[in-house]
């Protein structure tokens, strides 16, 4: 069974630009987060999304979007980048929504903005 | 609140038990999860509590007092591939939504 998948891998951007990442769970698996990843600040829930709707969301400014397509593949998208968003973005991948669901993260991609 | 508070760093000698405290605000208490990451990749889930008690799986076993706020993960018999960061994540609310401590690394010395 294929793992979570997220690409690209590695993303250098400048300040100002957009970018989009993306996120295919486990085979089956309808539930998708994204978390930031950085030094400071550590993990950072971002969103969740599942059967295409976002379920909850954090603390993040409205230029951090996200959505789900059918096939439970999701994309999160950065507009109008800072240079504070350098950072490791994760995506979890789960069966279900709640209870003992564990969360199987992908390897992430790092964001380098400059 | 969502403060979830764990210790920076520990050093343990291989062969030698670690425990890994983690303590957190007590509303809206829905599960507690460790996860272990390596350097430079991705969290690997460890343990999942939402009962009191203790949860073992093999060498790493984990408690849970939610009147407490607190959790600890417990390592036994050190191996060097333990070295890495265990990170303590709470969910409050339903779905999966996480909030995780800063990560505490465990550094495994021969």
């Known amino acids: 069974k294929a793992g979570v998948t997220q690409t690209p891998r590695y993303l250098i951007k400048t300040r100002g630009q957009q970018v989009t990442l993306s996120c295919s769970p486990i085979?089956?698996?309808?539930?998708v987060s994204w978390y930031q990843q950085t030094p400071g600040q550590g993990l950072q829930f971002l969103f969740e999304?599942?059967?295409?709707?976002?379920?909850n969301k954090g603390n993040f400014p409205g230029r951090f979007s996200g959505r789900q397509f059918s096939n439970s593949r999701s994309e999160m998208n950065v507009s109008t980048l800072e240079l504070g968003d350098s950072a490791l973005y994760l995506c979890?991948?789960?069966?279900?929504?709640?209870?003992?669901?564990?969360?199987?993260f992908g390897q992430g991609t790092r964001l380098t903005v400059v | 609140g969502q403060n979830i508070d764990q210790p920076t760093e520990m050093t343990a000698t291989e062969g030698a038990i670690v425990q890994i405290n983690c303590t957190y605000q007590?509303?809206?208490?829905?599960?507690l999860f460790w996860y272990q990451q390596h350097a430079g990749e991705a969290p690997t889930f460890l343990s999942y509590n939402v009962l009191d008690g203790l949860e073992e799986k093999g060498r790493f076993s984990s408690f849970l007092s939610r009147s407490k706020g607190y959790s600890y993960l417990l390592l036994k018999e050190l191996q060097m591939k333990d070295s890495a960061s265990y990170l303590c994540a709470v969910r409050r609310t339903a779905g999966n939504k996480l909030t995780f401590g800063g990560g505490t690394r465990v550094l495994v010395k021969p």
């Open positions: 085979s089956g698996h309808r539930s």
């Open positions: 007590t509303s809206g208490f829905n599960g």
């Open positions: 999304y599942f059967s295409e709707t976002q379920r």
């Open positions: 979890a991948s789960s069966s279900g929504h709640g209870g003992d669901t564990e969360a199987f």
